[in-house]
């Protein structure tokens, strides 16, 4: 009889040792069933891909996936000590991403169909392999969600945020301050917060490391949660500190220091700085996470391993499942819908406005890949308003009513700044409505703007409602058409003459860009 070598033995987990062991044909499949998801999703995950290389921001995208697959990969010990069996619950949970991914290519809100699709992955998991699989490698798949490209929505937030942070700083130093939104002025220079500046590349950076610091280093809950945090306080209040030192050194410096591409390098540097000194705080209570703190998993020994014949149904079933949401949109995109050849015609006069051949101003919304869109300028009895109307007739990548791209002023405009937005309640067709109200400033020039989105009957400017009503037309299959209505009016030391002006234009001629809209929607 032959002897055994023991050491062979411990160094092979027994579950990939045996011939009959079902992890092989569990593994295969489940990587096919995720890889042929991923390719009935694959523009979702080519506009993933697409964000990540032009974006700097988002550039990390690309390491999450090794990063998460290295993860597993040290939890195979843990996982040989599990049978996988499929769990055909997760089809339902599938099912509910599915259609929550459709909801979301339907109103064209590509982060949440990425994240969508992303949780799909762990769903596979727990579907094909079983929720016991699914909780050992929680983190590894949970890790994956940083690879969608997400977090815009905080820049206008931030950017508020690090202007507050500043002004109060140069305040409290002695520094006389004169702020419009966000922009300010010292007395050795005018000064803005961009969204370079917001400070949301550090914030995306700090969570992501410290997340995976906080997996590493911490074997508890409690301390992962409250190192977690701290990487997402941390950085935003270094952000606001960030800016206000470059403000100072420049200051301080005759506006020589702290410029043009040293305004970037000392931010990095800075944050480097203090992400070193938040791992190092950090690493004063680590407890570096081990096999060991695998033990509480329970496990099905190979004796209640699934047959392969269970693991092909579950592979198949998950498939047809993940097929059928994008199977339903391809058929929404192939309906026929003119976008080319539309017009908007407003009036030439209405109730005692009359339409003008020269513009108010050179300022212009930028709005992008509307259908059809008009900008005219009107005068009554001494007031003067500017109208524009931007028409989309379905809703797609590129040409869509709710878009980030779509706003008053771009960020960094030779003339136009936006000084401020807030939002205030008007009255429109006698029922009293939010609209946003924007101030814009040129040389010599200023602007008061109101602007609003218009669906069918409702106005609205909340980006989350019109989203859901464009969405639900579309799966419907009506018309997922929509309009932004944008008035603007000229002001010299106060906007309430502007105020009036604007009021009473919509109330004279309203119904008649209302009308202009539904022509053209009929076309």
Known sequence: MKKTDPQAITTTPAHFARPESPWMTATILALAAIAAMLAIYQQTVLSTIAIWERSETFAHGFLIVPISLYLIWTRRKSLAGISPRPDFRGLAVLAGLGFGWLLSDAGSVLVVAQYCLVAMIPVAVWTLLGAQVARAIAFPLGFLFFAVPAGEFLIPHMMNFTADFVVAALQLTGIPVYREGTFFTIPSGQWSVVEGCSGLRYLIASVTLGSLYAYLTYRSTKRRLIFAALSLVVPVLANGLRAYMIVMIAHLSDMKLALGVDHLIYGWVFFGIVMMLLFLIGAYWREDLGESSSAGVPVNRAGTAAP??????????????AALWPAYATYLDSRPFKTRGLAIQLPDSVNGWIKQENPLSDWQPHYVGPDAYTMQTYRKNG???????GYYRTQRQGAELINSQNYMVMQKHPVWSNV??????????GEKETIQQSLLRAPGKRLLVWSWNSLASIFTVNPYLAKLLLAKARILGQHDDGAAIIIGSPYEDTPEPAELALNEFIQDALPAIQESIVHVSRQ
């Open 420 to 429: 401020g937005e807030t939002r205030r309640v008007v009255s429109l067709r």
């Open 308 to 321: 392969a014949r269970t693991f092909f149904v579950a592979g198949i079933a998950f498939i047809t499942v």
């Open 383 to 389: 007031m003067a308003v500017s109208v524009y109307v």
